[in-house]
């Protein structure tokens, strides 16, 4: 955030080394973070449909 960055968190995707790691992650990132969204809600809006060929 410092460097104008923005950061995403997708919360269900967050990986650490014991759950007290994944807890405390659950407890900091909002505080550094501007969005924090599960896989679907990242997945979802950059999904493009199949174009039929038949």
Same mark, same amino acid.
């Given at each position: 955030m410092e460097l104008g960055l923005h950061v995403t968190i997708v919360t269900d995707r967050t990986a650490?080394?014991? /759950?007290?790691?994944?807890?405390a992650a659950r407890i900091n990132d909002p505080m550094y973070v501007h969005a924090m969204?599960?896989? /679907?809600?990242?997945?979802d809006p950059i999904t493009v449909p199949a174009i039929s060929t038949g």
């Open positions: 650490a080394f014991t /759950d007290e790691g994944v807890l969204l599960r896989t /679907d809600e990242v997945i």
